[in-house]
């Protein structure tokens, strides 16, 4: 079966840690640029970050730069997410997406389940 | 950074209805715009792709359009399965950004 399974969120402190990762089944991970969407309770979705089919080409939204790291190991099709400096508004539900397009000009077509994060003390 | 703003924010209708849901963007992009529907405590679903093109496997009521800076959602013939949440999505520059949604209640 053609599915991603987020799994690594929690609940953590404020300026804690915590890394996500997402497994990719019934496809070539390698094939494909992946991204991390966001959604705070009851809010709308964001694009936090992308990583491009090699590992080598990323991007984050501003309010995560620095703070957050994406990553990739094709070999295990699996895609992380290194969150750090977490704060109260970066609590959401974590899902990962497969992208399917050109560059960054992709549409999602394959979502995960999502992973809750909460953020506090 | 593209800001996309979708109309209107809620909207409640009854089966058979034809609904329509628009999504300005504040640059031009094109066509790389994409719509998304998510229902409660579910992952959000690829309906539309660029801005007009169907996806395999969704019902042929879902119908996409525009270009450049206004698009369309039309739902028609609403059907009670179709209560949920709709969001559009720009891809043609960074950072990728989705509009704030379009909540539809079936009454």
């Known amino acids: 079966e053609v599915q991603l399974v987020e799994s690594g969120g929690g609940l953590v402190q404020p300026g804690g840690s915590l890394r996500l990762s997402c497994a990719a089944s019934g496809f070539t991970l390698s094939l494909y640029t992946m991204y991390w969407v966001r959604q705070a309770p009851g809010k709308g979705l964001e694009c936090v970050s992308g990583v491009g089919t090699r590992g080598d080409d990323t991007f984050y939204v501003d309010s995560v730069k620095g703070s957050f790291t994406i990553s990739r190991d094709n070999s295990r099709n699996t895609l992380h997410l290194q969150m750090g400096s977490l704060r109260p508004d970066d609590m959401a539900v974590y899902y990962c997406?497969?992208?399917?397009?050109?560059?960054?000009?992709?549409?999602?077509?394959?979502w995960g389940q999502g992973t809750m994060v909460t953020v506090s003390s | 950074e593209v800001v996309l703003t979708q109309s209107p924010d809620f909207q409640s209708v009854t089966p058979k209805e034809k609904v329509t849901i628009t999504c300005r963007a504040s640059?031009?992009?094109?066509?790389?715009l994409h719509w998304y529907q998510q229902k409660p405590d579910q992952s959000p679903k690829l309906l539309i792709k660029?801005?007009?093109q169907s996806i395999s496997g969704v019902p042929s009521r879902f119908s996409g359009s525009g270009s450049g800076t206004d698009f369309t959602l039309t739902i028609n013939s609403l059907e009670p399965e179709d209560a949920a949440a709709y969001y559009c999505h720009q891809t043609s520059s960074l950072p990728l950004t989705f509009g704030q949604g379009t909540k539809l209640e079936i009454k």
């Open positions: 640059q031009s992009i094109g066509s790389s």
């Open positions: 660029y801005a007009s």
């Open positions: 997406a497969r992208g399917t397009g050109s560059g960054w000009n992709d549409v999602f077509d394959l």
